[in-house]
């Protein structure tokens, strides 16, 4: 079965900073999706990022880019120019190529700070 | 907004008792999941279903139900409520049932159940 760690329960970082956001995950699959999604104060679930485990590039979305390392199972976040707005609660998740369900890691509490 | 709505948005209820979440998901989406976020157990994948059939079943507990129907609307039924099943529970949708179709979350139900 497939898992998603997410080893930082809590991170700050300083308005206009960069931040780094750790994920791993275990599978046997070869083809399959990785996504980071933060979920506001709000609760609403918004997806950030998205990185198909075939392509090499590593996926960018304007301040938020990842570095995923295939070999080693790694999916990391990378936040640049850190604004308030970035403040929520961040999850590393996975899914096969050929399914649809989404698994989750435990999350990240990111606070941004003035 | 996702396009993806959920009603009610809370949900009060006493052990025991039996409630129905509804779920419509974007126009043109066949697929429809349900996940659920709770303190102890995260979020989880509950349930899949693509254009009216069950797709995929994750943690879903014997109590509990769903369905699709033909308007492509989707049913969380959930019966003999205990309080450990109080969370926020997750509607999404996608084009189709497989990994290269992005998830758009619904704003979720907070159910709590006294």
């Known amino acids: 079965a497939q898992t998603v760690t997410q080893s930082q329960p809590e991170m700050s970082v300083q308005e206009a900073e960069t931040v780094t956001l750790s994920c791993t995950y275990d599978?046997?699959?070869?083809?399959?999706?990785l996504f980071w999604y933060k979920q506001p104060p709000s609760r609403q679930m918004i997806l950030v990022i998205r990185?198909?485990?075939?392509?090499?590039q590593n996926a960018t979305e304007n301040r938020f880019s990842v570095n995923f390392q295939k070999a080693a199972k790694s999916f990391s976040l990378k936040i640049s120019d850190s604004q308030l707005g970035d403040t929520a609660m961040y999850f590393c998740a996975f899914m096969k190529h050929v399914e649809g369900k989404l698994i989750f890691g435990q999350g990240t509490e990111l606070s941004v700070k003035p | 907004d996702s396009g993806v709505t959920q009603t009610p948005k809370h949900l009060i209820t006493a052990t025991g008792q039996r409630v129905t979440l509804r779920c419509s998901p974007r126009?043109?989406?066949?697929?429809v999941y349900w996940y659920q976020q709770s303190l102890d157990q995260g979020l989880q994948f509950l349930i899949q279903?693509?254009?009216?059939?069950?797709?995929a079943k994750g943690n879903i507990l014997e109590r509990f139900s769903a369905q699709q129907f033909p308007d492509l609307h989707s049913e969380l039924n959930l019966s003999s409520l205990e309080l450990g099943d109080s969370a926020l529970y997750f509607c999404?949708?996608?084009?189709?049932?497989?990994?290269?179709?992005?998830?758009?979350f619904g704003p979720g139900t907070r159910l709590t159940v006294t």
């Open positions: 126009s043109g989406d066949l697929s």
């Open positions: 990185q198909e485990a075939y392509k090499q």
């Open positions: 599978t046997s699959e070869n083809n399959y999706y």
């Open positions: 279903y693509y254009n009216g059939e069950e797709r």
């Open positions: 999404a949708s996608s084009e189709r049932g497989t990994g290269q179709y992005e998830q758009y």
